[in-house]
Every structure is written in structure tokens, then in C-alpha cells.
């Protein structure tokens, strides 16, 4: 969906095609609606960059997540060795697709995605 009156909700660009984010699915194939309600009163706008680091963000949350569950011993995507192989490969991307922008994201902390990669670095899941 294009919307071109308004300004992205992330960055605050104005004068640009504006996306709001549909149904989906997660890093780890999960469905769930990435769409706010119809009858949501204010619904999200992003800018094309802001669309694409709003999905980075996702997959940071949910890999950040799985590797909580999977530090507390709890059941999680991550104890996978593929999935867990996949998960860090996307982090290191996430990293390098930060550290390529010549802006600053106003939707992922560049330290936040680093510490999360040291993090998987120290966890051993095996075969």
C-alpha cells in the first residue's frame, strides 16, 4: 500500500511513498499480522528504507527472543543447529546492512544487533 501524504513514522521523511506493513511472517516462519487494524485510529507509515530496516528490526526481535528462551533453557527455535546457524547469519547481516547506512536507523541500535551477534558467538548448539 502507497500513501503519499503524511510523513514516515520512523525517520520523518515527508514527500515519499509511504508503505504500511501487511501480513506476514517472522524469521522463524511464523504467521502474524505485520497490519495495523483498518480501525486503528493511527496506523504506521514507513518510507522505503524505514519499511526495509522495520523488517531487519523484526527478525532482531524475534532472533533476540529465541536466544533469550534459549539461555534460559526453555524451548526455542534456536536449538536447532540450523535454525541457530540461519539466526546468526542474519544478525551478521543486520550488522552489515547498519553499519553500510550512511544515516543513523531510527529503528535499530547498531550496538543492541552487535551484542546480540557476541551473544550467539558464546552459545553452543548442538548437531
Same mark, same amino acid.
Given at each position: 500500500?502507497?500513501?503519499?501524504?503524511?510523513?514516515c513514522?520512523a525517520?520523518g /521523511?515527508?514527500? &515519499?511513498?509511504l508503505m504500511?506493513l +501487511?501480513?506476514?511472517?517472522d524469521?522463524?516462519?511464523?504467521?502474524?499480522?505485520?497490519?495495523?487494524p483498518?480501525?486503528?485510529q493511527?496506523?504506521?507509515w514507513?518510507?522505503?528504507s524505514?519499511?526495509?530496516?522495520k523488517?531487519?528490526?523484526r527478525?532482531?526481535?524475534?532472533i533476540s527472543t529465541?536466544?533469550?528462551?534459549?539461555? /534460559?533453557?526453555? &524451548?526455542?527455535e534456536?536449538s536447532? +543447529?540450523?535454525?541457530f546457524q540461519?539466526a546468526?547469519?542474519?544478525?551478521?547481516?543486520i550488522?552489515?546492512?547498519?553499519d553500510a547506512t550512511?544515516?543513523h536507523?531510527?529503528l535499530l541500535a547498531?550496538?543492541?544487533?552487535a551484542r546480540l551477534?557476541e551473544?550467539?558467538h558464546t552459545?553452543?548448539v548442538?548437531a
Amino acid at each position: 500500500m502507497d500513501f503519499t501524504a503524511g510523513s514516515c513514522n520512523a525517520c520523518g /521523511a515527508t514527500g &515519499t511513498a509511504l508503505m504500511k506493513l +501487511s501480513l506476514g511472517k517472522d524469521f522463524f516462519g511464523r504467521a502474524y499480522d505485520r497490519l495495523s487494524p483498518s480501525s486503528d485510529q493511527s496506523p504506521k507509515w514507513y518510507c522505503e528504507s524505514c519499511s526495509m530496516q522495520k523488517n531487519l528490526q523484526r527478525d532482531f526481535r524475534d532472533i533476540s527472543t529465541e536466544t533469550d528462551k534459549l539461555v /534460559a533453557g526453555h &524451548t526455542s527455535e534456536l536449538s536447532k +543447529s540450523d535454525e541457530f546457524q540461519r539466526a546468526t547469519l542474519r544478525v551478521r547481516e543486520i550488522v552489515a546492512l547498519l553499519d553500510a547506512t550512511q544515516t543513523h536507523s531510527p529503528l535499530l541500535a547498531s550496538g543492541e544487533v552487535a551484542r546480540l551477534l557476541e551473544r550467539l558467538h558464546t552459545i553452543t548448539v548442538s548437531a
